[in-house]
């Protein structure tokens, strides 16, 4: 069965850290642009952090520059969200989504996602 899983989230308090996983069961995420989202109560859904598997690019949204780090280990077919600094405004849920990266694919833009993960919680309380 194809699926992206996400795990890792859960309860920190300010300034912890969390690391988030992505994992494709199913189908090869070298083929795969793989974007993070996250949506918190009321708001729209945004995006955090993106991997471009035929370049190797990254892309974080400003909310999260030089705190979120994201990366792929190819043998465990698993990508990684590193969240370092965590802030309150940084809890939702954070999902994991996979576009097939035809030539046109890339980081900075949404498109029609081929996966979608369930989901993680991730919230940031004192």
């Known amino acids: 069965q194809e699926q992206l899983a996400e795990s890792g989230g859960g309860l920190t308090q300010p300034g912890g850290s969390l690391r988030l996983s992505c994992v494709a069961s199913?189908?090869?995420?070298?083929?795969?642009?793989i974007q993070w989202f996250r949506q918190a109560p009321g708001k729209e859904r945004e995006r955090v952090s993106c991997?471009?598997?035929?370049?190797?690019?990254?892309d974080y949204a400003d909310s999260v520059k030089g705190r979120f780090t994201i990366s792929r280990d190819n043998a465990r077919n698993t990508v990684y969200l590193e969240m370092n600094s965590l802030k309150p405004e940084d809890t939702a849920v954070y999902y994991c989504?996979?576009?097939?990266?035809?030539?046109?694919?890339?980081?900075?833009?949404?498109?029609?996602?081929?996966?979608w993960g369930q989901g993680t919680q991730v919230t940031v309380s004192s």
């Open positions: 991997f471009s598997s035929s370049d190797g690019r990254t």
């Open positions: 199913g189908f090869n995420l070298d083929y795969f642009l």
């Open positions: 989504a996979a576009v097939t990266q035809l030539a046109w694919i890339r980081c900075g833009k949404e498109y029609q996602y081929d996966y």
